[in-house]
């Protein structure tokens, strides 16, 4: 083997413009520090063997006929691998070898997603490994974009993967995929909380495309706007003002399109953290996975946890990651 490459990408908190950015409006989300790690590396096999510690015990192989995957160990679990490689464009004559790592993305504890875009992640790593085996062919950022938008169905706006390739606080559209880096006001505090409830993404946009829009469509996209200039201002107190009204048009909009988003316990801890003066609201999707709580008070958000976070819940040691898809070439000679 002559060299290994090492491609990795983090994992995603959308902090305002969940489902609004599907009608156009700005969504902001910010990178967190978990990340997706894709390893691969040239075998001398007439094959290529794919192995994920801790989603599938044993490596599965497989060829490549006909630009079709003939998997020669009976497999489901790479769905995800197909896509990107087929959207990558790539051919091999040799063998390769492929490790995906999403364990960080798990509750060390429960061994649950913790709902911060394992699935995103993987796809922008695998899209700037499966690049650097012919570079210059096909943007690595199109191919995530693409391979992801395959394995959900052709649901999705692609926030999470802008995020997950660029890194840091982002502002993001679905139009044309347009993404800008924002900076992370200061003396704006934030705490990230697991609900211990894993939700579904997947489902809640395939309920949403199936019903009729509802007036509060509108009144969230606007929100959303507002949030996102909030945002753009760089100033804590904005966002936190900002909050108050984008959190209550998200719950008509939740109510009114059966989505609950509030849903796992987010609605209680909604209520306390406004009772005491801060802010807390799902992220994305909702009906589990994580929320955030935000405030310009540092010993009054820690107090709050430590008093008013309910059972089930639990702070994560989640952080802003401002590197977005990093790719390492290392020789093995």
């Given amino acids: 083997m002559s060299e290994r490459i090492t491609a990795s990408a983090p994992g995603k908190v959308v902090l305002s413009g969940e489902y609004a950015v599907l009608e156009g409006a700005p969504a902001v989300c910010m990178a967190v520090n978990r ?14 063997v794919v192995v994920a510690p801790g989603h599938v015990d044993e ?46 993305f798990l509750d060390r504890e429960r061994g649950r997603k913790i709902g911060v875009g394992s699935s995103a992640a993987l796809s922008v790593a695998l899209a700037s490994a499966l690049g650097e085996l012919k570079p210059g062919q096909r943007d690595p950022m199109t ?38 880096r924002l900076s992370m006001p200061a003396g704006l505090e934030y705490r990230l909380i697991w609900s211990g409830s894993p939700a579904s993404t997947h489902r809640k946009l395939e309920h949403l495309s199936g019903i009729d829009p509802q007036a509060s469509v509108a009144a969230l996209g606007s929100s959303a706007q507002r949030m996102a200039s909030a945002w753009e ?19 008509v909009f939740s109510a009114d399109h ?21 802010v807390y609201k799902p992220c994305g999707a909702g009906g589990g996975d994580i929320g955030v709580l935000m405030s310009d008070n540092a010993a009054s958000a820690d107090e709050f946890i430590a008093k008013s976070v309910p059972d089930g819940f639990r702070l994560l040691d989640l952080q802003l990651d401002e590197q977005g898809a990093q790719v390492q070439r290392v020789s093995n000679e």
């Fill in 59 to 104: 490596p599965r192989r497989f060829r490549i006929r006909d630009d079709a995957f003939d998997w020669i160990d009976a497999s489901d679990e790479f769905k995800l691998l197909e896509h990107a490689w087929r959207a990558s464009g790539i051919s091999r004559q040799g063998g390769l070898s492929l490790r995906l790592e999403t364990g960080a």
């Fill in 143 to 180: 191919v995530a974009h693409a391979s992801h938008l395959d394995f959900q169905g052709g649901r999705g706006s692609g926030v999470d993967i802008a995020t997950s390739g660029m890194g840091g606080l982002v502002e993001y559209r679905m139009a044309d995929r347009a993404a800008s």
């Fill in 35 to 48: 990340r997706a790690v894709v390893v691969i590396a040239e075998t001398s096999e007439d094959h290529h």
């Fill in 258 to 278: 059966g989505l609950g988003v509030f849903d796992a316990g987010h609605e209680e801890l909604t209520a306390r953290a406004a009772r005491a003066g801060l």
């Fill in 233 to 251: 201002s760089g100033s804590a107190s904005e966002v936190l003002n900002g909050y108050r009204d984008y959190i209550e048009t998200l719950q």
